[in-house]
Nanobody, 125 residues
Framework: QVQLIESGGGLVQAGGSLRLSCAAS????????MAWFRQAPGKAREFVAS????????VYAESVKGRFTVSRDNAKNTLYLQMNSLTPEDTAVHYC??????????????????WGQGTQVTVSS
């Protein structure tokens, strides 16, 4: 059973930065496609970014492209999301997710098998 634990969320002013981390255990992290999703109050969960296990290819939602960077450290079994130029629209619970053994980099939440508990990101104006 894979366990994912997010950290790094918090309160930041607009224009600020945060780095989220997701520590994985219980599986072979290096063989998972990993992703970040987020869910704001009253809204559906949405895709943020993902990174494959082959070559580290990345995919971003248009709303975060150029501001967020997803990365992974397979030696530490950890996924990261560097978030810069934050706006109030980025306020949400951010979740990491894992798709074991997936050669593609899906953007739909149903494609991901394991999820963390989420970490709150709040951006004040």
């Amino acid at each position: 059973q894979v366990q994912l634990i997010e950290s790094g969320g918090g309160l930041v002013q607009a224009g600020g930065s945060l780095r989220l981390s997701c520590a994985a255990s219980g599986g072979t992290f290096s063989s998972y496609t990993m992703a970040w999703f987020r869910q704001a109050p009253g809204k559906a969960r949405e895709f943020v970014a993902s990174i494959g296990w082959i070559g580290g290819r990345t995919v971003y939602a248009e709303s975060v492209k150029g501001r967020f960077t997803v990365s992974r450290d397979n030696a530490k079994n950890t996924l990261y999301l560097q978030m810069n130029s934050l706006t109030p629209e980025d306020t949400a619970v951010h979740y990491c997710a894992a798709a074991p053994g997936r050669a593609t980099i899906p953007q739909q939440s149903r494609e991901y098998e394991y999820w963390g508990q989420g970490t709150q990101v709040t951006v004040s104006s």
